[in-house]
């Protein structure tokens, strides 16, 4: 099979790989789409994140959707001809965090396209069944790979326990806070406002059901007067995050999503006065049944987020489009074109 491989900072190449064998629990799935993201695109121009570094060549991309092609032995759940949705981390199942349902926890998770785990930028992937979720054909193929940062948006409004009458304030426009809109409105929320600096981000926003927007360049949250009972910080950028946790109400809570800097210098006094809960996520945790049923039930719609399509040969291209088009919002790469 066809394989785009990261061989070091800013270096992909298309090479030929076997095609992978599933085990005995393990589909063979032929990848249709895969959502391109800030990690992939952060390892081609770095070659890391944090503690995790490319030392061998790297397949990148872990939002994936295709079709079932082979079954191992002992598979029960999937046939072959099945769309699938991929969960790309497959943890231990066995340690406490596991057994707990906190398996997005687990200190030996396999996640698509982290060091020195393979993602799905390729033609064909093997997945445990378990992590790949049958999807109806009301979900289009790109859709079907988007369902991974869908499931971003769904666990920062759990953790966050947005619910029906919620005030919800989201701090940041990209793909993630775009989602995050699209479920916070189906949990019930009756006010979301959106912040970002880019006019389009903010005006899609509104599309897709931000009650009001904010150019985060002319007016704070806490200027605007806006008191959410929820901060959903999808940014990254501190100076965002801080200024969200301080227009947060009474007894609100904030939810840090983004990944920005390892550091953020806390409105403590506001944190305490004001009892704000404060909590960080990390990737998701048993989400992809309620984000197919949104997607499927046009509660929320991903196909919106696609800006741009790209084929296998061109990864590159697809993981430089938003340095060279401020328009762009999500690519995807369709593998088998």
């Known amino acids: 099979m066809r394989a785009s491989v990261l061989r070091g900072v800013r270096d992909i190449a298309l090479v030929e790989r076997p095609v992978p064998e599933p085990g005995p629990r393990e589909v063979l799935v032929q990848v249709t789409s895969v959502g391109t ?8 121009e770095h070659g890391r994140i944090g503690p995790f570094v490319v030392e061998a060549p790297l397949v990148l991309g872990h939002e994936a959707g295709g079709v079932v092609v082979a079954c191992g032995a002992e598979v029960t759940r999937h046939a072959p ?7 790309p981390g497959v943890p ?17 998770m396999r996640f698509y396209a ?8 390729c033609e ?30 769904i666990w920062a409004c759990r953790k966050g326990r947005v619910a029906p009458g919620s005030r919800v304030l989201i701090t940041g426009a990209g793909p993630i806070g775009l989602v995050a809109v699209q479920t916070a409105r189906a949990f019930g929320a009756t006010e979301v406002v959106v912040t970002d600096v880019n006019p389009r981000r903010l005006a899609l926003a509104a599309e897709l059901g931000a009650t009001g927007t904010l150019d985060a360049r002319q007016t704070s949250p806490a200027e605007s007067g806006y008191q959410p009972d929820v901060l959903l910080e999808c940014s990254g950028v501190p100076s965002a995050a801080v200024g969200g946790i301080r227009a947060v109400g009474r007894a609100g809570r904030a939810v840090l999503v983004g990944m920005g800097g390892d550091e953020l210098a806390l409105p403590l006094s506001h944190v305490q006065n004001f009892e704000i809960e404060l909590t960080g ?20 719609d991903l196909d919106r987020l696609v800006t741009h399509r ?28």
Do not use: M
Not at 92 to 108: K, T, W
């Open 124 to 153: 064909y992937v093997a997945v445990h069944e378990e992590f790949a979720h049958a999807v109806p054909d009301a979900i289009s193929d790109d859709a079907a790979g988007l369902l991974e940062p869908l499931s971003v948006g």
């Open 281 to 300: 996520t990390f990737r998701y945790a048993n989400t992809w049944p309620t984000a197919i049923a949104l997607a499927s039930s046009g509660a929320v």
């Open 92 to 108: 231990c199942f066995v340690c406490d965090q596991c057994r707990g349902g906190r398996y997005n926890l687990c200190p030996d």
């Open 81 to 87: 001809g099945q769309r699938v949705a991929v969960e």
């Open 310 to 337: 790209f084929g296998l040969a061109e990864v590159e291209q697809a993981l430089t489009v938003p340095t060279r088009d401020e328009a762009a919002v999500k690519a995807v790469v369709r593998p088998q074109e």
């Open 37 to 44: 993201c800030g990690s992939d695109a952060h390892y081609y």
């Open 114 to 121: 982290t060091p020195p785990v393979d993602g799905a930028f």
